[in-house]
């Protein structure tokens, strides 16, 4: 049974139903949900009770040309045009299509 009644709901919306933190554990600003790490992880990986404990920004946040959060460079790196993340994170190229669909998929469903 879903979390939203009355119709379907995909695990990003029952994530929102859900989340009562939208401010990221490493920055402390509010994050988007175009740009939401846990919703991606929890789409690419199984939505767990630690999803509800915290939220981090996905991609890097740049404003007025400076990088004021890092963002999950351990996930991002799976999304096209990202930096491979340099501190020493592995990179499993069978993640790659499962992080491009879950972000392609959020950002329809969040825009």
């Known amino acids: 049974m879903n979390f939203i009644q009355g119709g379907a709901a995909t695990h990003f919306q029952q994530m929102e139903t859900l989340m009562f933190v939208y401010h990221c554990d490493k920055c402390g600003r509010e994050v988007e949900r175009n740009n939401d790490a846990v919703l991606i992880d929890g789409e690419v990986n199984g939505f767990s009770l630690d999803h509800l404990m915290s939220d981090r ?17 351990s996930r991002a790196q799976y ?9 020493g994170y592995s990179y499993d190229p069978r993640a ?13 469903e969040t825009n």
């Open 79 to 87: 999304i096209e045009g990202q930096p491979k993340d340099s501190r």
């Open 96 to 108: 790659e299509p499962l992080y491009r669909a879950a972000y392609a998929k959020l950002q329809l």
């Open 57 to 73: 920004h996905f991609l890097p946040v740049i404003e007025n040309g400076e990088v004021v959060c890092p963002g999950s460079p």
